[in-house]
């Protein structure tokens, strides 16, 4: 087990590496440079531009800018800087990782804790209605763009006179300590991006899992231990709702990542305070370290992720074990 | 201490009696009433600020907060936008335009009760404005520029040369010496140290300024809240210190639907909109929602313009490019009607010729713009030897096809709706345009690249034609459109013989412009350029929007403000109701 773990941490250091080369490449193709769009501004003069140009270290080799920010990382722990806010680029993504995470966490759970027992009640109950009709509920989500749902949750607060159209909280609230009114208030406001969140999200979890599960219901092994006489309710729990939810352990740990990436578009509508429309104005501006910085972890979590969904596999399911 | 405290009262009373305070008055024609102290508003930023110094970056957002946290020595008529003091309570010009002396304004406090001196002018300008390593500095047109002290409230200028627009740098914000000190040259920092002066994590009490408000909290991404600075230095006609409004905040809201939809939730209480959101908010004005739209006649903002590659890749195309005739040909096909009509939904004017239609350097060119006449253009096209081949579309000498890229900026509805309009019109008269979008914000860098052949663009209209020179004045950083007259090396003169005759008309236009401040002569010499510019559609203006903006029935005294203008503050004169 140890030796596994001690493999797979040696395997990400390459992979990572190879990572880094291929996001700093692709900022480097992007066309168009940000310090020029700046000359608009009766301010800004072509010589402020070539300054700050050098200000910023741009003015030197691409492989050098890359080599640098490697070197930092590795000597200091430093992840560069951001060129708009002058800045360290870890102190801006620590003042917004809070809410993300929160959010990122409250939706994953409420995903899960919805999609997979509706995923085992419409196997179960393949026929019924309130299976066809979670059914169709599911294919709307899946098919419905997560913003197109915050525009029409947000017209719907709009026309029925209310106030919480995006955010967490109201605006007296934001900077307010915590209360209980203040807990009020965001609850008021969490519903909407909780449902454009997770509404796709449990949509195809759910439907993952009943087809996972209506495959194991239909496995010999089931039919044995029907056969054996075993209660229904052992059958489905200890038999097949075991072996459906494999798949599941593995999906779980490719979500990690979307802490940062994910909902990027719903997150601009929402106006919700998370990282991924500060990833959005980053690419936009080119500030290259920060989309590095944020490119980097969220590959560093999809490799967590998975790690962590292996482990979980081979604590689940007896069959896997990595010696 | 009996001593003590008589020196006390005397200073105190002395400090009263030396104050200047400035009365805003006579915008009754703006429906500006006396208001009643209090309340609170909430404005929308379209991005988190980048810092809270003025000159450590060129960012909206903290250009916005500046105007309230700020001043600088001379502001904005907030009706015609004359100049008038602010911190400097008066000036003289002298020597021939060559030597500006400043008297500042007695009793203007900073928010942490120090006094403003003529050191903090002198600071802000040595330091800051004129830094080259500023991220957000000047240092262009402030170079050789000699900044002294004369007294602790008389600061002089003295300018290499004459700079008829130099006043308009006086709107500058002004920073506090000794907050700032530490970061700057003079506290004996290398020069680039200035940009990291007040980065948004720093304590809010560290930024102090002289304007209406200060800053008491900024939560990341979220919210910036300020609050009523009580001893700034202007009052109503009435006595009553400005601003009315005890607290100001700041919402971060990036995109312009959740901005709309978070105004029509009463959560912002006023909001600077387009053309393109004026029909929904109009309707649920008149439909009896509490808010009020208003539109104002705009000085500022960014025109958008057609432009042609003189220096087009193909040399076909530049060829035609360069030819006036072409370019007054296919502005017959430009419908400014129905662009201002169906994009601006009415909110826009015809455009000036690199001024404002409501500045006082505009010369009226709307006779020169030509109406939209598909035959006219077909006509003038046909006199030009480009045959319509046989599927319609024009040959060029060589036998091939009139066609040519259109780049715009596809997340801007305006740029995308004028494009369509653009692209149909001229394929009725046989010319194909292929639209290419590229995300706006990209614009400019690839209008000064030489991967284009035509490209919408807007560049920003100023007070002063002398702040444009880089747009207008051939050879210009700005004069992209042709930019084969660009200077050889860096720094050096444009390259004349590039030059059509017109446009070294235009270059020495703007040379006699720039070396004299008499207002007559140098508007004779504008308009003449602007005439010049017209006639040969150097580039095609489209059209000038107006500037539309909503407001909650809640406040009063609504005058639009861009919010990026040094020297326009129209909200100390908000209040609530």
Redesign the interface.
């Known amino acids: 087990m140890w030796t596994f773990l001690l493999k797979r941490i040696l395997v990400a250091i390459p992979t990572l590496l190879l990572i880094s080369l291929l996001v700093f490449a692709v900022i480097q193709l992007q066309?168009?440079?940000?310090l020029?769009?700046?000359?608009?501004?009766?301010?800004?003069?072509?010589?402020?531009v070539?300054?700050?140009r050098a200000?910023y270290g741009l003015d030197q080799p691409v492989w050098e800018q890359y080599l640098g920010w490697l070197k930092n990382i590795v000597l200091h722990g430093d992840f560069g800087f951001s060129f708009?806010?002058?800045?360290s680029v870890s102190?801006?993504i620590w003042?917004?990782l809070g809410w993300t995470v929160f959010l990122a966490v409250l939706s994953i759970v409420a995903t899960w804790a919805i999609a997979i027992p509706l995923g085992i009640y419409t196997a179960i109950n393949r026929h019924g209605l309130a299976a066809n009709l979670a059914n169709l509920i599911g294919y709307l989500g899946i098919a419905t763009p997560d913003f197109l749902v915050a525009?029409l949750l947000?017209a719907l607060?709009?026309s029925t006179g209310?106030?919480?159209?995006?955010?967490l909280f109201?605006?007296q609230y934001?900077?307010a300590p915590w209360s209980w009114a203040r807990l009020g208030d965001m609850l008021g406001h969490l519903w909407i991006p909780l449902i454009v969140i997770g509404l796709e999200g449990i949509a195809s979890l759910m439907r993952q899992m009943r087809a996972n599960l209506l495959d194991v219901l239909g496995q010999d092994y089931v039919r044995t231990a029907r056969s054996k006489g075993l209660a229904e309710r052992v059958v489905l729990w200890k038999h097949a709702v075991r072996n459906a939810i494999n798949p599941m352990i593995s999906l779980a740990g490719l979500s990690l990542p979307n802490l940062i990436s994910s909902t990027i578009i719903a997150s601009?509508?929402?106006?919700l305070?998370t990282i991924g429309?500060?990833l959005y104005?980053s690419l936009?501006?080119k500030d290259q370290y920060v989309v590095m910085a944020l490119l980097m972890l969220s590959a560093f979590m999809l490799m967590v992720g998975n790690l962590l969904a292996d482990l979980a596999l081979a604590w689940a399911d007896p069959r896997i074990r990595y010696e | 201490m009996r001593k003590i405290l008589w020196l006390l009262v005397v200073t105190l009373l002395g400090g009263l009696a030396l104050a200047q305070p400035k009365t805003i008055s006579g915008y009754d024609s703006l429906g500006v009433v006396n208001g009643k102290p209090g309340g609170s508003l909430t404005l929308a930023l379209s991005s988190a600020p980048q810092t809270f110094f003025y000159y450590g970056a060129i960012d909206s957002a903290s250009e916005a907060l500046a105007n309230q946290l700020f001043d600088g020595l001379i502001e904005y008529n907030l009706k015609n936008y004359q100049i008038e003091p602010a911190l400097a309570v008066s000036w003289s010009i002298t020597n021939g335009g060559k030597v500006y002396t400043f008297k500042l304004r007695k009793g203007v406090k900073w928010s942490d009760g120090q006094d403003l001196s003529a050191d903090d002018v002198v600071f802000t300008y040595t330091q800051a404005v004129a830094n080259p390593e500023a991220k957000g500095g000047d240092s262009e047109n402030l170079a050789g520029v000699k900044v002294e002290k004369l007294d602790a409230s008389t600061v002089r200028f003295t300018l290499p040369k004459v700079a008829p627009a130099f006043i308009q740098y006086m709107r500058l914000p002004i920073m506090p010496k000794h907050k700032l000190l530490a970061f700057s040259q003079e506290g004996g920092k290398p020069a680039a140290e200035i940009n990291n002066a007040w980065p948004t994590s720093v304590d809010p009490k560290e930024v102090v300024g002289t304007g209406p408000f200060r800053l008491v909290s900024y939560t990341p991404g979220q919210k910036v809240t300020l609050e009523r600075n009580p001893t700034y230095w202007k009052k109503d006609a009435t006595g009553t210190t400005l601003p009315y409004l005890d607290r100001l905040e700041y919402l971060i809201i990036p995109d312009s639907q959740a901005q709309v939809a978070q105004f029509l939730a009463g959560n912002i209480g006023q909001l600077n909109i387009t053309g393109t959101d004026f029909p929904t908010l109009k309707q649920r004005e008149v439909s009896g929602a509490p808010i009020k739209v208003v539109q104002f006649r705009a000085l500022f903002g960014s025109p958008p313009h057609l432009a042609f590659n003189y220096d087009a890749k193909n040399p076909e195309l530049a060829k035609l490019f360069r030819d006036t005739d072409f370019r007054l040909a296919m502005q017959f096909a430009v419908n400014r009607k129905r662009i201002i009509d169906d994009v601006y939904n009415s909110l826009a004017e015809l455009p000036g010729n690199g001024m404002a239609p409501i500045s006082e350097w505009y010369y009226n060119t709307t006779k020169l713009l030509s109406n939209y006449d598909l035959k006219a253009a077909n006509a003038a096209l046909d006199k030009l030897g480009l045959k319509k081949g046989a599927d319609g579309i024009r040959l060029l000498p060589s036998g091939k096809p009139l066609e040519f890229t259109l780049t715009y900026g596809s997340n801007s509805s305006t740029f995308s709706a004028i494009a369509t309009i653009l692209q149909s019109d001229f394929k009725a008269i046989g010319v194909k345009a292929d639209l290419q979008g590229i995300l706006a914000a990209n614009l400019l860098s690839t209008g000064r690249s030489k991967d284009w052949e035509t490209i919408l663009l807007a560049l920003g209209d100023q007070p002063d034609p002398e702040l444009r020179t880089p747009i207008w004045k051939p050879g210009g950083a700005l004069y992209y459109w042709h930019q084969s007259t660009f200077p050889a090396s860096e720094g050096g003169p444009p390259q004349f013989k590039n030059f059509f005759p017109w446009e070294k008309e235009i270059y020495d236009l703007w040379d006699k412009a720039a070396s004299t401040t008499n207002f007559t002569e140098r508007k004779a010499l504008y308009d003449r350029w602007q005439a010049i510019f017209a006639r040969q559609a150097m580039v095609i203006m489209i059209a000038k929007a107006n500037s539309v903006g909503a407001v909650s029935t809640k406040y009063g005294n609504y005058i639009y403000d861009l919010g990026v203008i040094p020297g326009y503050y129209p909200v100390p004169l908000m209040f609530q109701r």
């Open positions: 066309p168009g440079g940000f020029q769009n700046m000359l608009d501004d009766p301010r800004v003069s072509p010589e402020t070539a300054r700050i200000q708009l806010n002058n800045r102190s801006l003042e917004r525009l947000i607060v709009l209310g106030s919480n159209v995006g955010g109201s605006p934001i900077d601009i509508v929402l106006n305070p429309p500060f104005q936009l501006d």
